[in-house]
């Protein structure tokens, strides 16, 4: 419980808003589509889901949890699960070992998305967090406390933002 607390603490005196980024493209995501006032889930993670779904389109993505699929497929029923190449995965973690699993099967391309839930859950999961913003696949990585986003961009250059949603 101190680990949380902790956590956030340090997170609230880290992150910044949208006046913050300097990057185009993470700033038009965060104004246009984090900042939406539309809600579509009281649960911050996953509404950072929908909401990132409805703004990428995406088409093929990978849920863990069976719920939130069902959800998603409620919502956006173009999405289709488990393709070979994926635009968006949604998990609880993964483990640098899981990501080059991913990378080696050529599931990922430029411009696919990573959102980790609840990364700040206990030390293993930051530590796990950690190691994949290191990444240099990862130029894009977002720590919005309830959960993390990375992007797979080769065009940009590699940067971490701490935004506060």
Known sequence: MWFRIASYLQFLLKSTNEHGVHSPFVFNFVT????????YHKDKSINVLLKSIK???????????SGISK???ERFPKVQFAQQMLDMLFLNS????EFNTL??????HN???LIID???FDKKKLEEWNHLIARPEIT?????????ILFIRREQVKEHFTIRI
Request: hydrophobic content about 35%.
């Open 32 to 39: 246009k589509c984090l900042y939406n006032k539309k809600t």
């Open 55 to 65: 703004y990428f389109n995406v088409q093929h993505a990978i849920i863990q949890d």
């Open 71 to 73: 959800l998603v497929a």
């Open 94 to 97: 993964l483990n640098p070992s």
């Open 103 to 108: 990378l080696d099967e050529g599931r990922l």
């Open 111 to 113: 411009d696919s998305l």
């Open 118 to 120: 609840n990364i700040y």
């Open 140 to 148: 894009v990585s977002m720590d919005l406390y309830h959960c993390g």
